[in-house]
């Protein structure tokens, strides 16, 4: 019994945990990409004790300025809802990611122990159901700031993101259709195995369309660019108007939540998941010190790759900077080789491993390509912001409706048809 | 617009190309990005630029300007103020007080111009002028000889 509550409770910890972490990380991905795509340099002044690592320093002062600032109310807002509204937004971003399964469900003396915080049969329309919660709060952020401006720019959303929601749910439909079930758990096991001999058995083979439609309603969803009218951080005026300090910072917060959950969602449910490609469960549990020695073995490579990349800045930095920035090369390479040697160590020694030890060391496997999947998405949702400009308000309506739907209904005909027809 | 153009799905890709090569060279390649990093690097400035003023001195060290106000009288932003007073050896005038209001001053080097005996330059190259108070920023005389 307390294995089963102390699992599920780390579970919803690591599942609310994750997209929270994600955020200071995506927040300083995006703007160092955005400064490297248009030849600046990006953010690299704060530091802690002299270390900068390339910005990442940043958020943490982000949040010290943010926090500090003046949080003002309009005098005739409603303050119940005008405090709920930023706060609504950012839970609903990280409910979706508990129902996505981290790794193969782990076996602990005939007790099976599934790697969600929730298991759910239902799952997919969990997730649909979720993430059109988060037009309500910018519905309610919109009206409860009794400004007209913030009042359209709700309205304008909740038009964006209901149309899309339907372009959503029916490029999920043909992935129900294809793996015959409605559980995230089923549907990312049932991606093991190859296809062709070849191709991973991932849903993005076999639903190429629905891929495409699903993440191009995905962009929609969690209001990024090319489909980010409801913010219109620069241009127009979105339904944030009126909020200012952590409140304001909670929307960005939960745009950066969402991005992550809608990232890991279609990693799930297009990518494998979880699925180590051309690799299943079995293979890797049985050939675990094998896998271990190649994880540790990658570790120490990469920290030795990033400590000859330190080596090229020190002469650069020490040019540059006079104070204890210019030791900041150095401190780095120390870590960096530190792990190597540990890690190095620890494949020397590293022949045999336990049942258990197996299983948790395949699950952490499983759960770095999960991770990997969403990150590579998460650049994608990056890389396209800094990359297309916005769309107009009726193009995006027609783009929804008059090629997305229809879309996505063809690709559900067609691939019932072909299902029928292997049946 | 020619067919893949309007199917826009084409020139996304295309688009996406340029903004990936921009990401990786700027990664690889980040010593040859233009920024400066500024107060730790700073440009090279042209030999002809007018930076915060001086004053110059003769041979024995004694002040060139002879308070003829030409530079006042020049200066369309009114910032230089010249009191001039009698020398000690009877010769010619000098001036007791020469402030210069550098938040009025407009740098466009006509003070340099006017000035008959090449008293007043603008060649010092020094550009970061910021103060904590207004006073501070109203050179006086002493200030623009010896600094």
């Known amino acids: 019994m307390w294995v089963d509550v102390t699992v599920v409770a780390a579970l919803a910890f690591a599942a609310a945990l994750a997209p929270l972490m994600s955020i200071p990380l995506l927040v300083w991905a995006e703007r160092k990409m955005s400064a490297f795509i248009q030849d600046r340099t990006g953010p690299n002044r704060a530091e802690i004790l002299g270390l ?4 990442l320093v940043h958020p943490f002062a982000d949040v010290v300025k943010l926090i500090t600032k003046e949080d003002l109310t309009p005098e005739r807002a409603d303050r119940f809802y005008y405090t709920l509204a930023p706060f609504l937004a950012l839970f609903v971003s990280l409910l979706a990611f508990a129902i996505l399964p981290l790794a193969d469900t782990l076996h602990f003396g005939g007790r099976a122990l599934p790697m969600r915080a929730l298991t759910l049969n ?3 329309l969990y997730i649909l159901a979720v993430t059109g919660f988060h037009v309500y709060a910018v519905v309610i952020a919109g009206w409860a700031s009794h400004n007209g401006y913030a009042l359209l720019g709700g309205l304008r959303s909740a038009a964006q993101m209901v149309s899309y929601e339907l372009a959503l749910g029916l490029s999920l439909v043909g992935v129900v259709l294809v793996a015959g079930t409605l559980d995230p758990g089923e549907i990312v096991a049932g991606q093991s195995g190859v296809l062709f001999g070849f191709l991973p058995r991932w849903n993005v083979f076999l639903q190429p369309v629905g891929f495409v439609l699903f993440l191009i309603a995905l962009f929609a969803e969690t209001n990024r660019n090319p489909f980010d009218l409801p913010e219109g951080e620069s241009e127009i005026i979105g339904f944030h108007v009126e909020y200012s300090s952590m409140r304001f910072a909670s929307f960005f917060m939960a745009e950066y939540a969402s991005m992550f959950t809608g990232s890991a969602v279609a990693a799930s449910l297009f990518f494998g998941g979880w699925q180590v490609p051309w690799i299943g469960t079995e293979a890797l549990r049985a050939n ?3 896998v271990a020695r190649v994880a540790f073995g990658a570790l120490a490579a990469f920290c030795i790759v990033a400590a000859l990349i330190a080596q090229g800045y020190k002469g650069r930095l020490a040019r540059l900077y006079r104070d204890r ?16 040697a540990v890690s190095l160590i620890l494949l020397a020694f590293l022949s045999t491993l336990p049942p258990w030890g197996a299983q948790v060391l395949i699950a952490l496997v499983q759960g770095a390509f999960l991770l990997g999947k969403t990150l590579a998405f998460t650049f994608l949702f990056i890389w396209v912001r800094w990359t297309l400009p916005r769309f107009r308000y009726d193009q995006l309506m027609g783009l929804g409706w008059k090629s997305l739907v229809p879309l996505a209904l063809l690709n559900l005909a067609v691939t019932g048809i072909v299902l029928l027809w292997f049946d | 617009m020619n067919a893949p153009e ?17 990401l990786v060279r700027n990664i690889f390649h980040q010593d040859e990005m233009p ?4 107060p ?108």
């Open chain 1, 122 to 124: 239902a799952g997919i």
């Open chain 1, 52 to 55: 900068r690592l390339g910005g």
């Open chain 2, 40 to 147: 730790e690097e700073k440009r090279i400035l042209p030999e002809r630029f007018r930076g915060r003023h001086r004053l110059m001195k003769r041979e024995d060290g004694t002040p060139r300007c002879t308070a003829c106000f030409c530079c006042q009288t020049a200066c369309p932003a009114d910032c230089i103020s010249i009191e001039a007073g009698e020398r000690e050896d009877g010769g010619e005038k000098v001036a007791v007080r020469f402030d210069i209001n550098i938040l009025r001053c407009v740098f466009c080097g006509f003070c340099v111009e006017a000035c008959p005996c090449d008293a007043i330059r603008m060649d010092t190259g020094k550009y970061e002028l910021a103060d904590d108070r207004r006073e501070k920023l109203i050179y006086d005389i002493d200030f623009l000889l010896n600094r």
């Open chain 2, 6 to 22: 309007r199917w826009y799905l084409i020139e996304v890709l295309r688009g996406m190309g340029v903004s990936l090569r921009h």
């Open chain 1, 325 to 340: 920035r210019s030791r900041e090369a150095t401190v780095l390479q120390m870590i960096f080789l530190f792990t190597a």
């Open chain 1, 288 to 290: 675990a010190p094998l």
């Open chain 2, 35 to 38: 920024t400066l990093q500024y």
